[in-house]
Nanobody, 122 residues
Framework: QVQLVESGGGSVQAGGSLRLSCAAS????????MGWFRQAPGKEREFVAC???????RYTDSVKGRFAISRDNAKNTVSLQMNSLKPEDTAVYYC????????????????WGQGTQVTVSS
């Protein structure tokens, strides 16, 4: 059983930056692909970014060039650096772990964190 705890959310003005972190415990972190998802009020959860066990990354089009996902297997953490934030990035952001090589669908993930709120004001 893998436990995931997100941190780093908060409120920021448009154009600002935030760095989300996710700490994993209870499993072999390096064997899981890791992903970030988000859910805005009244909307479905959507894929944001993922990173494979060997560092292959995927991003949804709306965050390409602005967000960067990384992992530190020695510290059992995955991070999401978010730059040039926009009001439409406002959402609860979730960290997730997958046994697949890489997964852009939530159905491919086995474990989820509880989420951290990101609010971007205009």
């Amino acid at each position: 059983q893998v436990q995931l705890v997100e941190s780093g959310g908060g409120s920021v003005q448009a154009g600002g930056s935030l760095r989300l972190s996710c700490a994993a415990s209870g499993g072999t972190f390096s064997s899981y692909a890791m992903g970030w998802f988000r859910q805005a009020p009244g909307k479905e959860r959507e894929f944001v970014a993922c990173i494979s066990t060997v560092g292959t990354t995927r991003y949804t089009d709306s965050v390409k060039g602005r967000f960067a996902i990384s992992r530190d297997n020695a510290k059992n953490t995955v991070s999401l650096q978010m730059n040039s934030l926009k009001p439409e990035d406002t959402a609860v952001y979730y960290c997730a772990a997958s046994r697949l090589y890489v997964a852009t669908s939530g159905n491919g993930y086995n474990y989820w964190g509880q989420g951290t709120q990101v609010t971007v004001s205009s």
